[in-house]
């Protein structure tokens, strides 16, 4: 099966421009997840969507940052406008339902974003 | 959620068996230990996860002792290949928003 795809793999804009990543998750997983890594920090958690619903987008930095997910298939995730310290790689990552077991990410390859 | 403590940095070389330990002394009833691999460029893939005693698979085993506080990976007969970053996760079902990611352990195999 396809992995989860992320597009553009490398951005690099200006300060106070405007950049949208795209996540496509694997068919039919309904969770989808937004993480960042600032370098030589940790991954953090930015948001989750179960299909099209924002489940919790307590890890948003502020709100320059729009998430979307129209249709509950892939998802954009805009910066506008850009600040230096958004620099960094972007992840997405989804999964299945979890019953049992848990914690179970399929990660694309990063967004990596640098804003000059 | 608990935090996990793992060391920064490992060193083995092509043929050994490694194994990285990670504890977490404040793991609840119903979370779950999950060991992800990252490689340069790459986003991290999972490789391994147990609740408890112990769990193997192609790729690695995963050691649970009976208090849950810590658990180890281990990979064995490591080759260059190997050289990526290793992260030790816990957490319940439903909560990966919530995971705490840490640095993880970077691990060089050498020639």
């Known amino acids: 099966e396809a992995g989860v795809t992320q597009f553009p793999s490398h951005s690099v804009i200006e300060k106070g421009q405007t950049v949208t990543l795209r996540c496509d998750p694997i068919s039919g997983h309904d969770n989808l997840y937004w993480y960042r890594r600032v370098m030589g920090k940790e991954i953090k958690f930015l948001l989750h969507f179960v299909k099209e619903s924002k489940q919790d987008e307590s890890g948003m930095p502020n709100n320059r940052f729009l998430a979307e997910r129209t249709g509950g298939t892939y998802s954009t995730l805009k910066v506008q406008p850009a600040e230096l310290e958004d620099s960094g790689v972007y992840f997405c990552a989804s999964s299945q339902p979890s019953f049992s077991g848990a914690n179970v990410l399929t990660f694309g390859a990063g967004s990596r974003l640098t804003v000059l | ?111």
């Open chain 2, 1 to 111: 959620l608990a935090k996990t403590t793992q060391p920064i940095s490992m060193d083995s070389y092509e043929g050994q068996e490694v194994n990285i330990t990670c504890s977490h002394n404040n793991i609840a009833t119903n979370d779950y230990i999950t060991w992800y691999q990252q490689f340069p460029s790459q986003g991290p893939r999972f490789i391994i996860q147990g609740y408890k005693t112990k769990v193997t698979n192609e790729v690695a085993s995963l050691f649970i002792p009976a208090d849950r506080k810590s658990s180890t990976l281990s990979l064995p007969r490591v080759s260059l290949s190997d050289t990526a970053v290793y992260y030790c996760l816990v957490g319940a079902a439903g909560n990966n928003r919530k995971l705490i990611w840490g640095l993880g352990t970077s691990l060089a195999v050498n020639p």
